[in-house]
């Protein structure tokens, strides 16, 4: 319902758009933020990590890249991500020297449901994804861990098959001394697997009690998950995460235990735990979910996700971290609070140059559908909605309102961007640009031929008259966690927008669901949208 107090600030355009120009509130906000570190500069000015020194600047993978699972596949790399509600899902990304990484391919097409963290492995000359989900109200989603398997990591990607385990996550894969094959569970539990990884054989188990951390250290929750198992020097390395992945930022923590035998006993690390933010200052927070993986010159590295001091917007992003094993045969990881550059992963025989991340503006030339590209917990047939033809995304309408509609929404990875976009509309089309956390949480700004509409914390707040008819450029810069929303006719002439938003605390701690802020195209009501020259831009 629209206030009066709305009703009278939006009863016309003409007494509310103001000059074009940055906000002034965004440049207060970025006056009082601590300095941004000298990331490399990539694709529209995105911040990438190598910094063409010989050394590497956190993250790796930059923006909402959560539960890293990594696979050493010869001289390559791939490694996938959590990716929630957002389809097509698990995009494969490549990388020949752990810092630089492009994306691949997306592996899941199908909404089972929400998508935790993915477990991504190599056996027998076959790939698998073994995936966890929650129930979310699309049909055929389910709380369960599926597994998709593929010959080429590039695809086909086979249909998920359906492992049946309800009250676990974080499935990791290990292969016994015998051959046997298991998942890894949240718990610490284990579950054998058939030889060929596609069913489950009996029921999950018990097999390790995980080291505790002190009972006044501030953590959201014990929470044993992502358990990750290497065979490396004659014992089984257990990498575990507990405290927690978010509430506090000095919850979420690294912890190991080793075996002779896949069966156990397992002895806790002496060090435990081996990563953790201790101090709110820190660069990265609630850091954890770590894998072990071999550089390209033999060194050990890990990855994990952690939050961004001051942006729980982005999500957990991913880190890399030098490991060392030591004298008595335990892992140890550095890199500190990760805040620093660090050294290059020595160069193996297999490297070359590889550019970093990809280009999110699109012109709709090309398919970026599930590569950037991804609609939020689609129908089944949601993808129907989507055609391209002549440089024009065409996108039929859904629903009457972002809040019951699937927009297009990809993956921002930096600290301060804007977006703009030509749109078009149908009578009867609503469609905008948007900044969409969830259905219930989101802010920008939509439009009809002869209204315009504002969004607000997952809502609408008010509907002053269009000027510019069934086409508008629309622009959302997001500067601070200060977004200002600006409109043209022509896409020359910029006119600010009625409203500006903060949008600080559109994060899992507020919301839950643990997925992030992301720029968003949306159509609802009747007829399609038609979305021309998309672009980005980071500020650095």
Same mark, same amino acid.
């Given at each position: 319902?629209?206030s009066?107090?709305? @009703? =009278?600030?939006t009863?016309?355009?003409?007494?509310?758009l103001l000059?074009?120009?940055?906000?002034?509130?965004?440049?207060?906000?970025?006056a009082?933020?601590?300095?941004i570190?000298a990331w490399g500069?990539?694709?529209?000015?995105?911040?990438?990590?190598?910094l063409g020194?010989g050394?590497?600047?956190?993250?790796i993978?930059?923006?909402?890249?959560?539960?890293?699972?990594?696979?050493?596949?010869?001289?390559?790399y791939? =490694?996938?991500f959590?990716?929630?509600?957002?389809?097509? !899902?698990l995009?494969?990304?490549?990388?020949k020297?752990?810092v630089?990484?492009?994306p691949?391919?997306?592996?899941?097409?199908?909404?089972?449901?929400s998508?935790?963290?993915?477990?991504?492995?190599?056996h027998?000359?076959?790939?698998?994804?073994?995936?966890p989900?929650?129930?979310?109200?699309?049909?055929?989603?389910?709380?369960?861990s599926?597994?998709?398997?593929?010959?080429?990591i590039?695809?086909?990607?086979?249909?998920?098959i359906d492992?049946?385990?309800?009250?676990h996550?974080?499935?990791g894969?290990?292969v016994?001394?015998? !051959?046997?094959?298991?998942?890894?569970?949240?718990?610490?539990?284990?579950v054998?697997?058939?030889?060929? !990884?596609?069913? +489950?054989?009996?029921?999950?188990?018990k097999?390790?009690e995980?080291?505790?951390?002190?009972?006044?250290w501030?953590?959201?929750?014990f929470?044993?998950?992502g358990?990750?198992?290497?065979? %490396?020097?004659?014992?089984y390395?257990?990498i575990?995460?507990?405290?927690?992945t978010?509430?506090?930022?000095?919850g979420?923590?690294v912890?190991?235990?080793r075996?002779?035998?896949?069966?156990g006993?397992w002895?806790?690390?002496?060090r435990?735990p081996?990563?953790?933010?201790t101090d709110?200052?820190?660069k990265?927070?609630?850091?954890?979910?770590?894998?072990?993986?071999q550089?390209?010159?033999?060194d050990?590295?890990?990855?994990?996700?952690g939050?961004?001091?001051?942006?729980?917007?982005l /999500?957990?992003?991913c880190?890399?971290?030098?490991?060392?094993?030591?004298?008595?045969?335990?892992p140890?990881?550095g890199? /500190?609070?990760l805040a620093?550059?660090?050294?290059?992963?020595?160069?193996?025989?297999?490297?070359?140059?590889?550019?970093h991340? =990809?280009?999110l503006?699109?012109?709709?030339? +090309?398919?970026?559908?599930?590569?950037q590209?991804?609609?939020?917990n689609p129908?089944p047939?949601e993808?129907?909605?989507?055609?391209?033809?002549?440089?024009?995304l065409?996108?039929?309408a859904? !629903?009457? =309102?972002?809040?019951d509609?699937?927009?297009?929404?990809?993956?921002?990875?930096?600290?301060?961007?804007?977006v703009e976009?030509?749109?078009?509309?149908?009578?009867?089309?609503?469609?905008?640009l948007?900044?969409?956390?969830?259905?219930?949480?989101?802010?920008?700004?939509?439009f009809e031929?002869?209204?315009?509409?504002?969004?607000?914390?997952?809502?609408?707040?008010?509907?002053?008259?269009?000027?510019?008819?069934?086409?508008v450029?629309l622009?959302?810069r997001?500067?601070?966690?200060?977004?200002?929303? %600006?409109?043209s006719?022509?896409g020359?002439?910029?006119t600010r927008?009625?409203?500006g938003?903060?949008v600080?605390?559109y994060?899992?701690?507020?919301?839950?669901?643990?997925?992030?802020?992301?720029?968003?195209?949306? @159509?609802?009501?009747? /007829?399609e949208a038609r979305?021309?020259?998309?672009?980005?831009r980071?500020?650095?």
């Amino acid at each position: 319902m629209v206030s009066r107090r709305d @009703a =009278m600030k939006t009863a016309g355009l003409g007494s509310l758009l103001l000059g074009a120009g940055a906000p002034a509130p965004a440049a207060a906000a970025a006056a009082c933020a601590p300095a941004i570190p000298a990331w490399g500069t990539g694709f529209e000015g995105q911040r990438k990590p190598d910094l063409g020194n010989g050394t590497f600047l956190n993250p790796i993978v930059a923006g909402d890249r959560p539960d890293p699972s990594i696979l050493k596949d010869g001289d390559d790399y791939y =490694m996938t991500f959590s990716t929630f509600d957002a389809y097509p !899902g698990l995009v494969i990304w490549h990388s020949k020297d752990l810092v630089n990484w492009r994306p691949v391919t997306a592996t899941l097409h199908r909404n089972i449901g929400s998508v935790w963290a993915p477990e991504l492995c190599k056996h027998k000359g076959r790939y698998f994804l073994y995936i966890p989900t929650k129930k979310t109200a699309v049909p055929g989603s389910k709380t369960t861990s599926w597994v998709i398997w593929a010959d080429r990591i590039e695809g086909p990607w086979s249909d998920p098959i359906d492992l049946d385990l309800p009250r676990h996550i974080d499935p990791g894969h290990a292969v016994g001394e015998d !051959g046997s094959r298991w998942l890894f569970l949240s718990g610490v539990d284990r579950v054998r697997l058939a030889d060929d !990884g596609l069913s +489950t054989i009996g029921k999950p188990e018990k097999v390790y009690e995980p080291w505790r951390y002190p009972d006044d250290w501030e953590v959201e929750a014990f929470s044993p998950e992502g358990p990750k198992v290497l065979r %490396h020097n004659g014992y089984y390395y257990l990498i575990l995460a507990v405290g927690g992945t978010s509430g506090p930022p000095t919850g979420h923590m690294v912890i190991a235990a080793r075996s002779k035998s896949i069966d156990g006993p397992w002895e806790h690390h002496p060090r435990n735990p081996l990563v953790r933010t201790t101090d709110v200052a820190e660069k990265w927070w609630s850091r954890g979910h770590a894998t072990l993986v071999q550089g390209p010159a033999g060194d050990w590295w890990s990855v994990y996700h952690g939050y961004e001091n001051g942006f729980w917007t982005l /999500g957990r992003q991913c880190l890399l971290a030098p490991v060392t094993w030591s004298a008595d045969g335990w892992p140890d990881f550095g890199g /500190g609070d990760l805040a620093q550059p660090i050294a290059k992963p020595a160069k193996g025989t297999g490297g070359g140059a590889q550019s970093h991340g =990809m280009p999110l503006s699109d012109d709709f030339s +090309t398919d970026k559908y599930g590569i950037q590209w991804n609609f939020f917990n689609p129908a089944p047939d949601e993808s129907k909605r989507l055609m391209r033809r002549n440089g024009t995304l065409h996108l039929k309408a859904a !629903g009457k =309102m972002p809040s019951d509609s699937s927009p297009l929404v990809f993956v921002v990875p930096d600290q301060d961007y804007e977006v703009e976009c030509e749109i078009e509309v149908d009578p009867g089309t609503r469609a905008g640009l948007l900044l969409f956390y969830d259905h219930k949480l989101y802010c920008g700004m939509g439009f009809e031929e002869k209204n315009l509409v504002l969004h607000r914390y997952g809502t609408e707040h008010g509907q002053p008259a269009n000027p510019f008819g069934k086409r508008v450029f629309l622009r959302i810069r997001n500067r601070r966690h200060v977004v200002s929303i %600006h409109l043209s006719g022509d896409g020359k002439t910029w006119t600010r927008g009625p409203r500006g938003y903060e949008v600080s605390g559109y994060h899992h701690n507020v919301r839950g669901g643990f997925m992030s802020l992301k720029p968003a195209l949306y @159509a609802a009501g009747t /007829g399609e949208a038609r979305f021309r020259n998309f672009r980005y831009r980071a500020f650095g």
